[in-house]
């Protein structure tokens, strides 16, 4: 994925606290793995262009995510548009990731059983507290759902990919968090809210102890308990 100088810069400067984060709860988060981050210098130019390597949230189970997710817990143009036709091809939803309110509209909810609820709502609400910590917004649960899993992905021992029966399992990771609450953020923010009308909490862009809390909040809409 292409990074802007300004998230290679947010990157390299949490590097350390993200490996301890990693390291001090031996390998159980659900952001997204980052293998490296990298400069190319075009030849005969001055040209270059930032990037880093990630693990794939979805991995090898790709082709058989049903359905998939971008949440963050706003509702705030978090839609995307499907009209009649387009919402009864299955290529085309599994291609397609869609949001929050989908999410809602859809009533999708995310039934596992007691165990795994507990350990998934520790692990969102610790690596969240994380993003807070070092002043991050704008991050999402990239969540894919499996209908009809195959033996393959019954059997995954990926630490994402979560079973709740012999036909239903879900994959999640979380995403995209190089970005902090700047002051074109902030702007962003009030445009949004003056030129929607809408409240406050929906919309998308927050000062990270607000988006952190209403991500935390959603968790429930997300994966309530059983």
């Known amino acids: 994925k292409t990074i802007t100088d300004d998230e290679r810069s947010l990157f390299c400067n949490i590097l350390p606290d993200y490996c301890e984060h990693i390291q001090n709860n031996d390998g159980q988060t659900f952001i997204v793995q980052v293998i490296g981050a990298f400069i190319f210098q075009f030849p005969f130019s001055s040209s270059s262009v930032s990037f880093i390597v990630m693990k794939s949230v979805f991995g090898s189970l790709a082709p058989q995510i049903n359905r998939k997710y971008d949440l963050k817990g706003s509702t705030e143009n978090r839609e995307v548009k499907l009209n009649e036709l387009n919402a009864i091809e299955e290529q085309l939803l599994r291609k397609t990731t869609l949001k929050d309110i989908n999410f809602n509209k859809n009533q999708e909810k995310i039934l596992l059983n007691d165990i795994d609820h507990d350990r998934v709502i520790k692990i969102l609400k610790r690596d969240v507290n994380f993003f807070k910590s070092k002043g991050l917004i ?20 990926e630490f994402n990919c979560i079973k709740i029966d012999d036909s239903k399992m879900v994959i999640l990771g979380i995403i995209d968090f190089l970005e902090t609450f700047t002051l074109s953020k902030k702007c962003e923010k009030v445009f949004k809210n003056t030129k929607n009308f809408c409240k406050e909490t929906d919309v998308s862009c927050q000062p990270p102890d607000k988006y952190a809390q209403r991500f935390i909040d959603a968790l429930t809409n997300w994966f309530p308990a059983n």
């Open 138 to 157: 704008d991050y999402s649960l990239l969540l894919g759902i499996i209908d009809q899993p195959d033996q393959k992905a019954l059997n995954s021992q």
